[in-house]
């Protein structure tokens, strides 16, 4: 007989092997909620099949770190066949969450997205409680930038109006509303105040008096002290040294900035030793290799898109520089950047990167900050930090690391539940310095 838990977390998010900061964030969650006296923790997902068709960039099925014993990813099949042309997976996803919420377990319900996780959690509760079986479910819907700008934006630029409606509804229909950065929570607030403009709507003051900011959980303790060892030996066999590199990682996107940094290196007076590592995948992967090929350095330029995350720390502190110069465009800002932060904790030579969206909140002070769209200004800030002395670098690397050490994701989920007004059953120490 099957002992039911006394408590229960449940993540709804594009999980593994989703290439994206939050996937990895869910991840930091349920592991700390082990930590923290949760005895089941549940990330409900989409299946593979379904992630390879939508064209998101995906980590090597292969190399997916696996979660620890008590952590259980659910990919729920579509309901319905091919007369139902749509909504089959979010219907599949439903209606598992209809489930483990009517089973009387005090849950813990977090949607990492608000589009379409959130509305998924908000429409399960609406049908557990009109089931008539008992309902104990807390919701946080946490929204990062794109929800706004992918979603809600464009919805208002194209006069759809109700589709923003619905998106910002799921949202504050959930007992607690997050963003991931105040500048995530700034823009919320200021298309929410457009959509009310508009259309006579009350969303901006709900959302002014409901929305709080929580940064995203990192877990710190797996970029600290990390074995030399293990890091040259890492190295060797991608055919690189400690500081002989400049390394890009992060999903290869137009707003990434990869173009600008390209032609940055090529500029800068970098020596002749240096490398340019761009690792990651993503839509704007083809576009990229085209133009290092182009480059006079092209023989100095390495792709790799089979990192995984055992091996991400590793590369981040081999390098002689981490550079995101990402930029602000209509599908995507950056909201935080969470490989910044992961950078600072692994350590290695200085970030190189721009003041877009909530990159400064993720960073502080402790970054080179260069203009967007400005290679010039990358090759200077390269230059600087080839001519940098190991006092300043190590100065500048030991404080980034103090900064980065407020992300870590015990601290953040505690935050957490004492937002939903939840205990920990147990307090030990996640991410030990």
Known sequence: ???????????????????????????NLAEAALDRGFDEVRII??????????GLPLKPLDRVLPYSAGIIVERPEPVGDYKVPDGRYLAGLTGRLVEL???????????????????AVADAVRVAQSTGLPVNVTTVAEAVGSDVTNVVRSCLEEERWGAAAHVLSSYLAHDVCLAVSQYTREIILAEAAELDARHGTTFAERCRDRVAVSYPAIDVGSYLHLDPLETESL??????????YVLFLSRLAHAKGVDDLIAGFERSHSPAAMRLVIAGNGPDAGRLRDLAAASPLADRITFLDDV?????????????AYVL???PRPEFVETFGIALVEKMLAGGGPVITTETGGIGEAVGDCAIFVPVDDPDAIAAALDR????????RDGLERRARVHAM????????????????????????????
């Open 101 to 119: 919420f009517t089973d009387g377990v005090p849950t813990v319900c977090i949607s990492l997205y608000l589009s379409p996780h959130a509305i």
């Open 45 to 54: 997902t989409w299946p593979i099949d379904r992630l390879q068709q939508t």
């Open 385 to 392: 930090v080839f001519t940098m002395s190991a006092d300043e």
């Open 406 to 433: 407020q992300f870590d994701r015990a601290v953040v989920l505690d935050r957490l539940l004492e937002r939903v007004h939840v205990e920990p059953v147990m307090r030990v120490a996640v991410g030990m310095i």
């Open 308 to 320: 995984d995350d055992s091996e991400k720390a590793h590369l981040m502190a081999g390098s002689a």
């Open 235 to 244: 190295l060797t066999r991608r055919s690189l040294t400690r500081d002989g």
């Open 1 to 27: 007989m099957t002992t039911q838990p006394n408590n229960r977390m449940v993540i709804i998010v594009r999980a593994d092997p989703v290439i994206c900061g939050h996937s990895g964030e869910a991840r």
């Open 325 to 327: 110069p990402s930029k």
